[in-house]
C-alpha cells in the first residue's frame, strides 16, 4: 500500500476512536453511524470551544507566571494566559493591569493568522465569562474588559477578510457582530419586548448556542437591560402599558434572577422615562422596587444621583423627586391612616398635612410598642418603607405614636392619638434628647414622649373644633408656605345618609383639596428647593444692591411658570431676575 494512504488509514483510525463513536471498523458502510459521527466531531471542533478551557490549574499557573516574569514563553502558554485574562487568581486580574494587557494583546494579534485566530478564540471566551455585574468585580477590570472588547471587534474585521476557510461560529459572530460593542443586544431589543418574555429571541438564542457561550454569561441580563431601553422608547401610552410588567422583570419576580447591579440599572431607565411623561399617578410597583434597590430617594440620594440620570447623563432631579413625593405622601397615609388611634384613618389632619408635602424635607415615626412589633403585612411593609426613620417612643401607651417632620427651620410633631396637641419647634433649638434621637434614627432610637412636648417649643397648637385656619395661621408664616394659595380649601360636613364614611367619625369634617398645583409663596427654603431640584445656576447680587438672578431660559415652562409666580422677570440672554 502507498506510504501516504497507509498513513492516512492510520490516522483515520485514531479519528474514529474519538470519545462515543464506534470502533471504524463497525462504522464504515453504516451512513445512520458515519452521520452521528460526524455531528460529533463537528460539534466538537466547529465551535469556539479552547481545549484545556477547564485545566484551572494549568491556566491559573500561566497566569500568575506572566504577572512575575511579564513574558510569554510559548503558544500553549499564552493560549492558557488568554483563557484565563478575564479570570480572578489571588485577587486579581490580568483585566486590571493596563501594561500587562497590552503586552497580551499584542502577543495575540502577532504570528500568524492561524495562530491569531487561535488567540482571538480565547480571549473570546474571556469576553463572554468576565463577571461583568458581579458587585465584587472591580472598576478596573471593567475598564480593562472595555478594552478586551474593542481588540476583539478589530480583530473580527481583520480575520473576516484573511481567513478563507471560517468555522459555522465565526460566520456567526460575523452575522452578530453587535455582540462585540457597547450595546450588544439592542439588536433584539423589540423581539424581547414584544414576545413579553424573559427569554431570548430566537435570534439571539442560536447565535449564543452556535457561539458555545454559556448560560451565566452577562449576555443574558444585557438582554433584559435591552428590552427596558425599547420600552423607554415607546410613547407615553404604550410605554405605560408595559411598565408594570418590566418593573416586575427588573425586580425579579418573573422566575428569572437578575444581578443586583442589572437590576439598579433597569429602574432607572424606568423610573427617568416615567417622570417624563405627561401625567405621572403614583405606581406603587415603580416605587417600591426604585426604594428597595435604589434606596429611600432622600437618605440616600448620592446613589439616586448616580444611578438615575437623564437624557443629558446629568442627574435626573425630577425622577427623584418624583419619587421622593410618592413616598412622602404614602407615609403620610400611613401614619394617618395606619398608626392613627383605633386605626381609624384622621381624614382631616391627613388632607391637612399632605398639603405641605413638598415643603417636607425630612420625616421620622416614633412608634409605641404596638406598631414596633404588629406582624400584619401592612405594618411590615410600612416599617420597610420607613426604614432608617424609625424611633421607639417611651412613655406613652402601646398604641400611641409620634409623626415627625422637618420643614426648613422648623419640626412639626404631630401624634397618633387625637387628644394630644401639635407641636412645633425651632429645629436649631431642639431639645437635646430630641436632637440625639433623630440623629440615631438608624438604629431605631429611644424618644421619650415628654421631650417631644418639652418647653422651649415654637407654638403648641389644639386640633379643636375647625382647627385648619388656626394651624394656617401659626404654621404658614413660619414656613412662608401657603398650600391653598390659589384656591381656599373647601370643608363641609360628612353626609350620613348612607352611613359614615369609611374611617370617619361622627361630626368630623371632611377637607377637599382642589386639583389644581398649588405655587408656593416665595421663600428661601422654598428657593432652594426648586433650586436644587432643576439644577440651576445662580446668581445672588443683593448684597451689592443688584438682583437675584436665575441664569436660564424659558425652555422649561415649568420652571418658567414657577418663577413667573414668585415675581422673576425673564429678560432674554441673561436669565431671570428679580429684586
Same mark, same amino acid.
Given at each position: 500500500?502507498?506510504?501516504?494512504l497507509s498513513?492516512?488509514?492510520?490516522?483515520?483510525?485514531?479519528v474514529m476512536?474519538f470519545?462515543?463513536?464506534a470502533?471504524?471498523?463497525?462504522?464504515?458502510?453504516?451512513?445512520? /453511524?458515519?452521520?452521528?459521527?460526524?455531528a460529533?466531531?463537528?460539534?466538537?471542533?466547529?465551535?469556539?470551544?479552547v481545549?484545556?478551557?477547564?485545566?484551572?490549574r494549568?491556566?491559573?499557573? $500561566? @497566569?500568575?507566571?506572566?504577572?512575575?516574569?511579564?513574558?510569554? *514563553?510559548?503558544?500553549?502558554e499564552?493560549?492558557?494566559?488568554?483563557?484565563?485574562a478575564?479570570?480572578?487568581?489571588?485577587? !486579581?486580574?490580568?483585566?486590571?493591569?493596563?501594561?500587562?494587557?497590552?503586552?497580551?494583546?499584542?502577543?495575540?494579534?502577532? =504570528?500568524s493568522?492561524?495562530?491569531?485566530?487561535?488567540h482571538?478564540?480565547?480571549?473570546?471566551?474571556?469576553?463572554?465569562?468576565?463577571?461583568?455585574?458581579?458587585?465584587?468585580?472591580?472598576?478596573?477590570?471593567?475598564?480593562?474588559?472595555?478594552?478586551?472588547?474593542?481588540?476583539?471587534?478589530?480583530q473580527?474585521?481583520?480575520?473576516?477578510?484573511?481567513?478563507? $476557510?471560517?468555522?459555522?461560529?465565526f460566520?456567526a459572530?460575523?452575522?452578530?457582530a453587535?455582540?462585540?460593542?457597547?450595546?450588544?443586544?439592542?439588536?433584539?431589543? =423589540?423581539?424581547?419586548?414584544? *414576545?413579553g418574555? @424573559?427569554?431570548?429571541?430566537?435570534a439571539?438564542?442560536?447565535?449564543?448556542?452556535?457561539? =458555545? @457561550?454559556?448560560?451565566d454569561? !452577562?449576555?443574558?441580563? #444585557?438582554?433584559?437591560?435591552?428590552?427596558?431601553?425599547?420600552?423607554?422608547?415607546?410613547?407615553d401610552t404604550?410605554?405605560?402599558s408595559?411598565?408594570?410588567?418590566?418593573?416586575?422583570v427588573?425586580?425579579?419576580?418573573?422566575g428569572?434572577?437578575?444581578?443586583r447591579?442589572?437590576?439598579?440599572?433597569?429602574?432607572?431607565?424606568?423610573?427617568?422615562?416615567?417622570?417624563?411623561?405627561?401625567?405621572?399617578?403614583?405606581?406603587i410597583?415603580?416605587?417600591d422596587?426604585?426604594?428597595?434597590?435604589?434606596?429611600?430617594?432622600?437618605?440616600?440620594?448620592?446613589?439616586?444621583?448616580g444611578?438615575?440620570?437623564?437624557?443629558?447623563?446629568?442627574?435626573?432631579?425630577? /425622577?427623584?423627586?418624583?419619587v *421622593? =413625593?410618592?413616598?412622602?405622601?404614602?407615609l403620610i397615609?400611613?401614619f394617618?391612616?395606619?398608626?392613627? #388611634?383605633?386605626?381609624?384613618?384622621?381624614?382631616?389632619?391627613?388632607?391637612?398635612?399632605?398639603?405641605?408635602?413638598?415643603?417636607?424635607?425630612?420625616?421620622w415615626?416614633?412608634?409605641? $410598642?404596638?406598631?414596633?412589633?404588629?406582624?400584619?403585612?401592612?405594618?411590615g #411593609?410600612?416599617?420597610?418603607?420607613?426604614?432608617?426613620?424609625?424611633?421607639?417612643l417611651?412613655?406613652?401607651?402601646?398604641? *400611641?405614636?409620634?409623626?415627625?417632620?422637618?420643614?426648613?427651620?422648623?419640626?412639626v410633631?404631630?401624634?397618633?392619638?387625637?387628644?394630644?396637641?401639635?407641636? @412645633?419647634?425651632?429645629?436649631?433649638?431642639?431639645?437635646?434628647?430630641?436632637k440625639?434621637?433623630?440623629?440615631?434614627?438608624?438604629s431605631?432610637?429611644?424618644?421619650?414622649?415628654?421631650?417631644?412636648?418639652?418647653?422651649?417649643?415654637?407654638?403648641?397648637?389644639?386640633?379643636?373644633?375647625?382647627?385648619?385656619?388656626?394651624?394656617?395661621?401659626?404654621?404658614?408664616?413660619?414656613?412662608?408656605?401657603?398650600?391653598s394659595?390659589?384656591?381656599?380649601?373647601?370643608?363641609?360636613?360628612v353626609?350620613?345618609?348612607?352611613?359614615?364614611?369609611?374611617?370617619?367619625?361622627?361630626?368630623?369634617?371632611?377637607?377637599?383639596?382642589p386639583?389644581?398645583?398649588?405655587?408656593?409663596?416665595?421663600?428661601?427654603?422654598?428657593f432652594?428647593?426648586?433650586?436644587?431640584?432643576?439644577?440651576?445656576?445662580?446668581d445672588?447680587l443683593?448684597?451689592?444692591?443688584?438682583?437675584?438672578?436665575?441664569?436660564?431660559?424659558?425652555?422649561?415652562?415649568?420652571?418658567?411658570?414657577?418663577?413667573?409666580?414668585?415675581?422673576?422677570?425673564?429678560?432674554?440672554?441673561m436669565?431671570?431676575?428679580?429684586?
Amino acid at each position: 500500500m502507498n506510504r501516504f494512504l497507509s498513513e492516512l488509514g492510520s490516522h483515520l483510525e485514531q479519528v474514529m476512536v474519538f470519545p462515543r463513536v464506534a470502533a471504524a471498523a463497525e462504522t464504515w458502510g453504516n451512513a445512520e /453511524a458515519m452521520t452521528q459521527a460526524l455531528a460529533r466531531v463537528r460539534s466538537y471542533f466547529d465551535g469556539p470551544y479552547v481545549s484545556g478551557a477547564k485545566d484551572g490549574r494549568s491556566v491559573a499557573e $500561566a @497566569v500568575l507566571r506572566f504577572r512575575t516574569s511579564r513574558e510569554l *514563553n510559548d503558544s500553549r502558554e499564552t493560549k492558557y494566559v488568554c483563557i484565563g485574562a478575564s479570570q480572578e487568581f489571588s485577587g !486579581w486580574r490580568i483585566l486590571e493591569d493596563t501594561e500587562l494587557l497590552e503586552q497580551l494583546l499584542r502577543h495575540a494579534g502577532s =504570528g500568524s493568522d492561524r495562530q491569531r485566530l487561535r488567540h482571538f478564540t480565547c480571549l473570546l471566551c474571556s469576553y463572554w465569562s468576565f463577571p461583568r455585574d458581579d458587585s465584587e468585580t472591580s472598576a478596573a477590570s471593567s475598564i480593562g474588559w472595555v478594552r478586551l472588547r474593542g481588540w476583539l471587534a478589530a480583530q473580527r474585521v481583520y480575520l473576516e477578510q484573511v481567513i478563507r $476557510a471560517k468555522p459555522p461560529w465565526f460566520i456567526a459572530l460575523t452575522e452578530h457582530a453587535n455582540l462585540l460593542t457597547d450595546q450588544p443586544c439592542k439588536r433584539y431589543a =423589540g423581539e424581547l419586548l414584544e *414576545n413579553g418574555s @424573559v427569554d431570548l429571541s430566537a435570534a439571539l438564542s442560536e447565535a449564543l448556542e452556535t457561539l =458555545g @457561550v454559556g448560560s451565566d454569561c !452577562w449576555l443574558r441580563q #444585557e438582554a433584559i437591560y435591552a428590552q427596558m431601553q425599547a420600552c423607554a422608547e415607546l410613547p407615553d401610552t404604550q410605554f405605560q402599558s408595559h411598565l408594570g410588567r418590566m418593573v416586575e422583570v427588573a425586580g425579579g419576580k418573573t422566575g428569572f434572577r437578575i444581578s443586583r447591579s442589572i437590576s439598579i440599572r433597569c429602574l432607572a431607565v424606568l423610573v427617568s422615562r416615567y417622570a417624563l411623561c405627561s401625567v405621572t399617578p403614583e405606581h406603587i410597583p415603580l416605587r417600591d422596587a426604585c426604594i428597595a434597590f435604589i434606596g429611600n430617594p432622600w437618605l440616600h440620594r448620592a446613589a439616586w444621583d448616580g444611578y438615575v440620570l437623564d437624557k443629558s447623563r446629568r442627574p435626573d432631579a425630577t /425622577a427623584r423627586e418624583m419619587v *421622593n =413625593g410618592w413616598l412622602k405622601v404614602r407615609l403620610i397615609k400611613d401614619f394617618f391612616g395606619l398608626l392613627s #388611634e383605633d386605626r381609624s384613618a384622621d381624614s382631616r389632619r391627613l388632607n391637612y398635612w399632605l398639603g405641605f408635602e413638598p415643603m417636607i424635607q425630612d420625616m421620622w415615626f416614633a412608634l409605641g $410598642a404596638d406598631a414596633l412589633s404588629d406582624p400584619r403585612k401592612e405594618y411590615g #411593609e410600612f416599617r420597610q418603607r420607613a426604614n432608617g426613620r424609625l424611633l421607639d417612643l417611651a412613655g406613652s401607651t402601646a398604641s *400611641n405614636n409620634a409623626f415627625l417632620m422637618h420643614f426648613g427651620e422648623y419640626l412639626v410633631v404631630e401624634f397618633g392619638v387625637t387628644d394630644n396637641a401639635c407641636f @412645633v419647634y425651632r429645629y436649631d433649638r431642639l431639645p437635646p434628647r430630641i436632637k440625639a434621637g433623630l440623629a440615631n434614627a438608624s438604629s431605631i432610637a429611644t424618644l421619650d414622649i415628654a421631650d417631644l412636648k418639652a418647653r422651649g417649643r415654637e407654638a403648641r397648637l389644639l386640633h379643636n373644633g375647625s382647627w385648619e385656619p388656626n394651624f394656617d395661621a401659626a404654621i404658614c408664616p413660619l414656613l412662608g408656605y401657603t398650600p391653598s394659595a390659589q384656591a381656599a380649601r373647601r370643608r363641609r360636613p360628612v353626609s350620613w345618609n348612607n352611613g359614615p364614611a369609611q374611617g370617619a367619625r361622627a361630626g368630623a369634617y371632611v377637607e377637599y383639596r382642589p386639583e389644581a398645583k398649588y405655587m408656593p409663596t416665595f421663600s428661601h427654603l422654598e428657593f432652594e428647593r426648586f433650586r436644587a431640584k432643576y439644577s440651576l445656576n445662580i446668581d445672588d447680587l443683593r448684597s451689592r444692591g443688584g438682583c437675584l438672578w436665575v441664569r436660564t431660559d424659558t425652555a422649561d415652562s415649568r420652571v418658567s411658570e414657577r418663577l413667573q409666580s414668585w415675581g422673576f422677570t425673564y429678560r432674554p440672554t441673561m436669565g431671570w431676575w428679580k429684586e
